[in-house]
């Protein structure tokens, strides 16, 4: 029903535009180190574990490469990511918008005549939409590279054999996969932090809990969608 | 002018206004007062949409509230100013953009047009050279003012003020209140303030309204305040033995 609200025609074109763009910075400019740094420890991880469970079997090398890739690209580049996400966004997400209702904010912008649904959730739902994706495609990038700094440096396999790795078996497929849940994920992230903080009533406790429950409620979903996604899809 | 016909408000089991059938008047300053948890809130923001009624309903000028679309409740929401009891300026704006907000959401002014108005809504509230501070730059006065240029900006035709003077001292009190008076009587526009403020209901209060339990409990102006005889009011107005002394000094003269 909120959503609903939410999408209607702006009374003001270029303020949605303006606020949008600030979303977009905070969501997307705002999360690029802390996505990149978990992002390089993933294909870091990843490479280790695998180099490990490969190890005395007849699997080529190689294959750690192509293994990094594809677990990226299809799981833990959106799906780590997006945890992470509705733990940095989507807290702050509640709680922006939670705290504007404390502060009697969107009362006066009701009484102003704005459609505060709409103004304070369409805006941070299309940054989202736009920006996590692209932070998703730069999650999987870097944890390539992760996955090649703690393999080949360390001696685990050569340069060539992580980058034959990395080329073979390709499915261009992987890659709408990761896009479809990057656009589902940030949809569910930022609606239901949207949502919690817009129906915050109470003090400081409640507004704590609000976000709290952004974050509990928009990591349960994303798995939920994850595994939809997976049995749909693969 | 504002009416209400039989307004009544509950939560859960309480009933918090129990059928309030009463006038705010255009160019006057009303005045809703009580004790605290009579309802003056609650019929405030009654008045204004932000909460419904279990029963009865609101007209603007004969228009009913509570029978208008989304939409229309939106473009009347644009002939409405209000005033928040913490004054509710966005913090991570200034000043001026605090003012402006209203003006960018609703016209197509340009932006030299925009300074125009927002600086003319500061003269009028006698503040300058505040317009790149923000808000918690500001005194609690400066940001009531504030607040009241936000509420003006679009030349309201009614203007709501949730406590205006809380939290002020008797002197800034005084300004703001003669303040709401000169704007409501330049512009010809319909007023509703609620208060407990006793200087307020004497100085400016025009009509005023006094709920007890979720009812009018009494209604008249400030001259008849002095010389009613509702124990209830005057239990009230003149709480302390000092203002009762005032009172008895005022109509011996």
Known sequence: MMMGTAISKPEKFSMYYKETMRQMNDIGIGSIVIVALIAVFIGAVTAVQFAYQLDGTLVPQYYI???????????LAPTISCLVLAGKVGSNIAAEIGGMRQKEHIDAMEIMGVNTASYLIMPKVIAALVVIPMLVAMAAFISIVGGYLSSVPTGLMSDAEYIQGVRSFFVQRNISLMFIKALVFAFILTSVSCYQGFHVKGGSIELGKASTDAVVFSDILILLADYIIAAMYT | MIRTENLVKTFGEQEVLKGITTEFYKGKTNLIIGRSGAGKTVLL??????????????????????QLSKK???????????????SALFDSMTVEENIRFPLDMFTNMTRKEK?????????????QGVNDKFPSETSGGMQKRVGIARAIVLEPRYLFCDEPNSGLDPKTSIVIDELIQSITQENNITTVINTHDMNSVMEIGENIILLNQGNIAWSGNKEEVLHSENE???????????LQRLRESALQK
């Open chain 2, 72 to 86: 229309e409740v939106r473009e009347l929401r644009m002939k409405v100013g209000m005033l928040f009891q913490a």
């Open chain 2, 45 to 66: 923001k009654l008045l204004v949409g932000l909460f419904k009624p279990s029963g009865g309903t609101v007209y603007y000028d004969d228009v009913d509230f509570y």
């Open chain 1, 65 to 75: 490469g192509y293994i990094v890739r594809d677990s990226t690209i299809i799981e």
């Open chain 2, 232 to 242: 209830f009011l005057q239990d009230f107005i003149f709480a302390s033995p000092f």
């Open chain 2, 115 to 127: 300074l125009a108005r927002v600086n003319y809504c500061l003269d009028r509230v006698n503040l």
